[in-house]
């Protein structure tokens, strides 16, 4: 892991450093120039930027005319469009979650079935980022598998972690960040026995005894996983995890992210990396209301909606039940298969009443998510332009560049 961070790091950060230094407006031209302006697309011929800001859009003859001093920045060809907004993610723990055990389904990871999720966890821990991570929590950390997708179309139960390791408590998440499996020790250290009863909002699996099978859903997975993490992750776990975050949202041309659900860490994390100037896109956080509540504060939640040094809170968020893919969501029809051990009209659960239920938005239309003179200067650069290319092949296109206020923080 520390190969990795020092040389993708540095990288990123020349890009940033080298763009930041030039006070000249830049000129956009040669490519598509898609503003997102309107119902159908619109195109310009040539942008220019100063200052972080959109000062110009229109004709490339017209800009050589209006500015002098410009730095010519020729697309070859290639499609310019706003940066993209997330909708809807969880920005700190895909930093955090990069340097766990990868058990997602091909083609992403491994996890294809049972035995690929033991022998590539085994294989982890022994890796680097392995040890770094055990020496840290002190726990075997792995993240991804979907049951539904496993040869075995079940959820791994204690007995097939059992085979990862006794000697540390051993927790996979569920590819849908709902569910998870450990192994013996883990239940044990938690102290999950037969006569454990289920927490609100969350299911413990259990054998023909009524001893937990190693499957947790919802509440009882995450009373036993965020405490770990809360009070286990230290400022270089902390730092990791936004460096490595960053660097996957940059380099897929996400220059706002969200992080929803932000747990007490996570606010730690990032509340750090605001006063040192370390975040270089912007990151709107939505505190747990049950788990984090005292981390809306002033200094970064903010009625006009500003950001302090790219950091900002832009609400709560509640959870009111969980996640169609883990079969915890809570639906108004049964589900068409149940899970294991679940009635036919099975329908999910709640895990907090409905009335309690909150709308989240960034509202940050006049900055964002359009070319707009005015308009802070967040790009995107694709190698192809998504609207004139077969549909089939929209999933090949690439990210060249991710342009931040100006500033290049990715570069392909």
Same mark, same amino acid.
Request: proline share 5%; aromatic share 8%; charged share 25%.
């Given at each position: 892991?520390?190969?990795?961070?020092?040389?993708? $790091?540095?990288?990123?950060?020349?890009?940033?450093?080298?763009?930041?230094?030039?006070?000249?407006?830049?000129?956009?031209?040669?490519? @598509?120039?898609?503003?997102?302006?309107?119902?159908?697309?619109?195109?310009?011929?040539?942008?220019?930027?100063?200052?972080?800001?959109?000062?110009?859009?229109?004709?490339?003859?017209?800009?050589?005319?209006?500015? @002098?001093?410009?730095?010519?920045? @020729?697309?070859?060809?290639?499609?310019?469009?706003?940066?993209?907004?997330?909708?809807?993610?969880?920005?700190?723990?895909?930093? !955090?979650?990069?340097? !766990?055990?990868?058990? $997602?389904?091909?083609?992403?990871?491994?996890?294809?079935?049972?035995?690929?999720?033991?022998?590539?966890?085994?294989?982890?821990?022994?890796?680097?980022?392995? %040890?770094?991570?055990?020496?840290?929590?002190?726990?075997?950390?792995?993240?991804?598998?979907?049951?539904?997708?496993?040869? *075995? %179309?079940?959820?791994?139960?204690?007995?097939?972690?059992? %085979?990862?390791?006794?000697?540390?408590?051993?927790?996979?998440?569920?590819? &849908?960040?709902?569910?998870?499996?450990?192994?013996?020790?883990? !239940?044990?250290?938690?102290?999950?026995?037969?006569?454990?009863?289920?927490?609100?909002?969350?299911?413990?699996?259990?054998?023909?005894?009524?001893?937990?099978?190693? /499957?947790?859903?919802?509440?009882?997975?995450?009373?036993?996983?965020?405490?770990?993490?809360?009070?286990?992750?230290?400022?270089? /776990?902390?730092?990791?995890?936004?460096?490595?975050? +960053?660097?996957?949202?940059?380099?897929?041309?996400?220059?706002?992210?969200?992080?929803?659900?932000?747990?007490?860490?996570?606010? &730690?994390?990032?509340?750090?990396?605001?006063?040192?100037?370390?975040?270089?896109?912007?990151?709107?956080?939505?505190?747990?209301?049950?788990?984090?509540?005292?981390?809306? %504060?002033?200094?970064?939640?903010?009625?006009?909606?500003?950001?302090?040094?790219?950091?900002?809170?832009?609400?709560?968020?509640?959870?009111?039940?969980?996640?169609? +893919?883990?079969?915890?969501?809570? $639906?108004?029809?049964?589900?068409?298969?149940?899970?294991?051990?679940?009635? !036919?009209?099975?329908?999910?659960?709640?895990?907090?009443?409905?009335?309690?239920?909150?709308?989240?938005?960034?509202?940050? *239309?006049?900055?964002?998510?359009?070319?707009?003179?005015?308009?802070?200067?967040?790009?995107?650069?694709?190698?192809?332009?998504?609207?004139?290319?077969?549909?089939?092949?929209?999933?090949?296109?690439?990210?060249?560049?991710?342009?931040?206020?100006?500033?290049?923080?990715?570069?392909?």
């Amino acid at each position: 892991m520390t190969k990795r961070l020092r040389f993708l $790091l540095p990288s990123v950060l020349f890009c940033f450093g080298t763009s930041a230094l030039a006070a000249e407006p830049v000129l956009y031209y040669g490519g @598509d120039i898609l503003t997102m302006e309107g119902e159908k697309p619109h195109y310009e011929e040539a942008l220019v930027e100063s200052e972080g800001r959109i000062v110009y859009l229109g004709s490339l003859a017209k800009a050589r005319e209006k500015f @002098d001093n410009l730095q010519n920045k @020729d697309l070859q060809g290639r499609t310019l469009l706003p940066g993209f907004l997330d909708a809807h993610s969880h920005m700190y723990n895909t930093g !955090l979650i990069a340097q !766990l055990a990868n058990l $997602l389904p091909p083609p992403d990871g491994p996890g294809a079935n049972f035995n690929s999720l033991v022998t590539t966890t085994k294989k982890w821990m022994e890796s680097a980022e392995g %040890k770094f991570i055990i020496g840290k929590f002190g726990w075997v950390l792995a993240n991804g598998y979907d049951d539904s997708q496993l040869s *075995e %179309k079940q959820h791994p139960t204690k007995d097939v972690l059992d %085979k990862i390791s006794s000697k540390y408590p051993v927790l996979i998440m569920h590819q &849908s960040g709902h569910l998870a499996s450990v192994n013996s020790k883990a !239940l044990e250290v938690g102290g999950y026995t037969k006569d454990t009863k289920d927490p609100k909002g969350g299911v413990i699996r259990r054998l023909a005894d009524n001893s937990p099978n190693g /499957v947790l859903e919802e509440a009882a997975f995450f009373n036993l996983l965020l405490p770990i993490v809360a009070t286990k992750s230290d400022a270089e /776990v902390q730092q990791r995890s936004i460096e490595l975050a +960053q660097l996957e949202y940059a380099k897929n041309g996400y220059l706002t992210a969200q992080d929803g659900r932000t747990t007490a860490d996570a606010t &730690s994390a990032l509340e750090r990396a605001a006063r040192e100037k370390s975040l270089f896109i912007d990151v709107v956080s939505y505190p747990d209301i049950v788990w984090n509540k005292s981390a809306v %504060k002033p200094e970064f939640y903010n009625s006009d909606r500003s950001y302090v040094n790219r950091y900002r809170i832009g609400g709560v968020k509640l959870t009111l039940d969980g996640s169609p +893919q883990g079969k915890t969501a809570w $639906l108004s029809s049964h589900y068409h298969t149940p899970p294991e051990g679940k009635p !036919l009209d099975y329908k999910g659960y709640p895990i907090m009443s409905d009335e309690m239920a909150i709308n989240i938005q960034y509202f940050e *239309e006049t900055s964002k998510g359009t070319l707009a003179e005015g308009k802070l200067a967040d790009f995107v650069i694709l190698s192809n332009n998504p609207l004139k290319v077969e549909p089939l092949t929209i999933k090949d296109i690439k990210i060249v560049q991710s342009i931040k206020e100006g500033h290049v923080v990715y570069s392909n």
